[in-house]
């Protein structure tokens, strides 16, 4: 089976994928009234599994709309030892660096996967296990926050894909590592 | 005469105009052997002067092709007293902060303005001062160097004018600010 480890994300105009005290508000500044589809539904269909760290999982705690995916969810977390009763159907902990998760995830059958978080991307990418970054812009200069990237030993190539604008406004850039 | 500031810069996927090193060999990893216009010439056509901090002339200084600009350049520096004789008809200093300088910068004449720099371009944008971002994002991550973008004590809003592809692999996104 291949194997692919893919990013899909959305950012600032300055690399920020939260604000200075953790918001998110901005990332619905472009309004979207007739719910375009923006990649969310087809990549959902594409992975088999999505990845994700813990604060990317603490946000989804907290958040009270339905449950976005429709592929089993692994979090990543050397510290949580168990989620919450309504999760556990939907959710598995795995402790461990990225190769030993991703070694697990594909005995698992799990072989498409969308990483998720902005430390986890960042993880995956020192260790260049990622194949395709799908990174859309938000028209915002959010002045500070989390950063989507972060310091790398060596730097990384890749190929532009695709470039797609949503509603005027969303500038969606795919691209495959060059290796 | 309207007046306009315009940032025209190229940028890694994770944000840096130069590398840890201040390299740039990056910016020229897509091959251009047929020249394809990028944007700065009509942008040579379109302004009325360059504007640029110490660091970007002093890279110039050290530049062995041709001169790169068609209109006068204003370098700003507190420390810099003189040009060298073979820029003096090219190049006039300035000292003060942003809106002193545009303000001598109008009274000579030009006021569609091209905004070069990282630091020239934060200093621009913590106070308002950009109108026009035009990026184009190279397919690489550097994974450290000097970034485009600096902290802001308030986010800044821009609307989306246009993506243009060059090259199969330059992303190149034009934005005007919203306010």
Redesign the interface.
Known sequence: MEKKNIVFIAKS???YIA?KNGELD?LF?VPNPDNVETGFGPLMDEIDAVVMGKNTFDFLLGYEGDWPYAKPVFVLSNSLKTVPERFADKVSLLSGNPPEVLKTIHARGCYKLYIDGGRTIQSF?ELDLIDE?R?T?I??????GAP?????????????VK?E?FL????Q?W?RR?R
């Open positions: 105009l300055d690399g604000g901005w500044s990418l970054l990174i812009t028209p915002i200069l959010l002045g500070g989507l990237f972060g310091d790398l030993s060596a730097a990384l190539m890749f190929e532009h470039t604008v005027g406004a969303l500038v850039s691209y060059k």
